[in-house]
């Protein structure tokens, strides 16, 4: 049985199709939840591919039920897709879906009827104490770029931003009075974040004249802290490829990525002690659930440092 027919758009002899609900779905994501437009975009290519699928099927939207979920997830299998990457089409459907049903443009969601898929867990990446330490003595600071740098790395610590958070500061943001700046993180939800004297050393020196240096070429006035080489603002794009070139000059170090960082934070604040509610609203995290993956990555390294130690352990006389 179909699910979702309409009622209120029906009722007023109006049509909207497909299209036109996930333009103003973007539209809502971008201007309301404030996500990212890297995950705006993730979102517009999953969904864009689902209303694909829904044509070859010669169905509408409005026909999608529990039997074609099922369906549509035989697809993704033998599309031969990880069971990661179908969860995350599953869960961008399902908040499509939701956003349809708010909006009383369907009646149910039957992506709500269908469990995501058991993964293994991953645990975040992070660095440890000593390779932050060599890799922020390490970073060169020559030029105004490589200073720029410098500060956006110490930040991505020192504050555990997220790459989004960090290009979409602007100056009226930082208090280097107080130490503190205020960030716009996910939902569009804002927090206060403090920072140490390091940065705060950094941030003066910044705004007082590698900022001015690099912005001198820019057509335009703007606010944001971040710049390019033109003078325009930072892309998370541009903030990935800065991360990722200062990696492959670090020796002994994986690949970077700015979470990377914040991931370094969290571990290292609940190794020290730090409460895990502070480390949550430092963080921005909604939901405890998600600081207490870090607890499981200081247990794991506690228990390694016990059996290394501990002179019981060691096979002897």
Same mark, same amino acid.
């Given at each position: ?15 909207m199709d497909s299209t036109e609900w996930l333009s103003e779905f973007l539209d809502y994501l971008e ?26 099927q010669v169905l509408t939207i409005e026909q999608v039920d529990y039997q074609f979920v099922r369906g ?37 969601? !039957? ?11 991953? /645990? !975040?990446e992070f660095l440890y104490l000593d390779e932050i330490n060599d890799l922020l003595d390490g970073l !060169? ?52 974040? !403090?920072?140490? /004297? ?120």
């Amino acid at each position: 049985m179909a699910y979702g027919p309409l009622r209120s758009w029906n009722s007023l002899s109006k049509t909207m199709d497909s299209t036109e609900w996930l333009s103003e779905f973007l539209d809502y994501l971008e201007h309301q939840k404030a996500y990212s437009s890297k995950t705006v975009e993730s979102y517009r290519r999953e969904i864009s591919e689902f209303l694909g699928y829904l044509d070859s099927q010669v169905l509408t939207i409005e026909q999608v039920d529990y039997q074609f979920v099922r369906g549509y997830l035989v697809y993704l299998s033998e599309k031969k897709l990880k069971k990661n990457s179908i969860n995350h089409r599953l869960s961008v459907q399902r908040s499509f879906f939701n956003y349809l049903v708010k909006q009383d443009y369907l009646e149910s969601n !039957p992506f709500k009827l269908v469990e995501s898929l058991k993964t293994r867990r991953q /645990d !975040p990446e992070f660095l440890y104490l000593d390779e932050i330490n060599d890799l922020l003595d390490g970073l !060169p600071v020559n030029s105004p770029l490589e200073r720029r740098n410098q500060l956006m790395v110490e930040m991505l610590y020192a504050c555990g931003l997220r790459a989004g958070e960090l290009v979409n500061l602007r100056l009226g943001d930082i208090d280097l009075n107080e130490q503190i700046i205020s960030v716009i993180g996910k939902g569009n939800k804002q927090r206060f974040v !403090p920072f140490c /004297d390091e940065v705060a050393l950094l941030l003066q020196d910044y705004l007082s004249t590698t900022r001015n240096d690099l912005g001198a070429n820019c057509s335009t006035v703007h606010d944001y802290l971040f710049v390019n080489r033109f003078g325009n603002q930072l892309t998370t794009r541009g903030l990935e490829k800065i991360i990722g070139k200062i990696g492959e000059g670090f020796s002994g170090s994986r690949r970077l990525y700015p979470h990377m960082f914040r991931h370094s934070l969290a571990t290292h604040l609940l190794e020290a002690g730090a409460n895990i509610r502070f480390v949550q609203e430092l963080l921005g995290h909604e939901n405890l659930s998600t600081t207490q993956i870090y607890t499981h990555i200081t247990k794991e390294h506690l228990a390694a440092v016990y059996r290394k130690a501990n002179i019981r352990n060691k096979k002897g006389d």
